[in-house]
């Protein structure tokens, strides 16, 4: 019976597979993610998915039956890729820098299992922000729900309320985008529907 690993220690991640049904364990790979000069953004996060399912898979034996599932998920905006703000002056940076236009979320999925095989899909979601007052900005801030979230706002939560569109998958810009997650663990034998 293969078992998932949701290589990540995201809850964000966890409730979304949950969403689907799935049952899995949760392993937190510890990588290095400094981007490289010159690095585009779809270049390193490709590489930080692949390089945490690498690290996950080298913990397991040979003979072990598991899929695991590896993501990463990064906002970009005019091409400078926004992450985890360092503080509540860096938050409030990102946010007025999103106000009033659009940015995308990049999420890189790679999944594999110990018969070395992998699979990689890179989705992109384009989000539209209204624009923002210094005022609704700095009550964010204060919130602190933004402070462990890639470009300082979280679409599932109070941040909802500065997104006046969104082009793609909505899962993406959460941290995983489903159904693409969901139809490469098809082709490694995981199924959300046919084995319920």
Do not use: W
């Not at 998932?4 to 979304?16: N, T």
């Amino acid at each position: 019976m293969l078992s998932l690993v949701l290589g990540s220690g995201s809850p964000r991640r966890a409730e979304l597979l949950t969403q689907v049904g799935l049952q899995f364990q949760i392993e937190s790979p510890a990588i290095d993610e400094t981007i490289q000069p010159q690095e585009n953004p779809i270049s390193y996060v490709e590489r930080m998915s692949t390089t945490k399912l690498a690290a996950i898979l080298e913990k397991h034996g040979a003979n072990e039956q598991i899929v695991v599932l590896c993501a990463d998920t990064i906002v970009v905006h005019n091409d400078v890729i926004l992450g985890k703000p360092a503080s509540d002056t860096e938050s409030v940076e990102m946010l007025k820098a999103l106000s009033g236009g659009s940015h995308r979320v990049l999420t890189s999925v790679s999944v594999g299992d110990m018969s070395g095989l992998t699979k990689s899909s890179c989705i992109e979601t384009v989000v539209e922000f209204r624009t923002l007052t210094e005022a609704e900005i700095g009550a964010y801030c204060l919130l602190g729900e933004g402070r462990d979230k890639a470009g300082s706002y979280a679409i599932q939560g109070l941040g909802a309320i500065f997104v006046s569109a969104i082009h793609g998958s909505y899962s993406n810009v959460v941290g995983l985008p489903l159904m693409e997650s969901v139809s490469i663990l098809n082709e490694f034998g995981i199924n959300t529907l046919i084995d319920k």
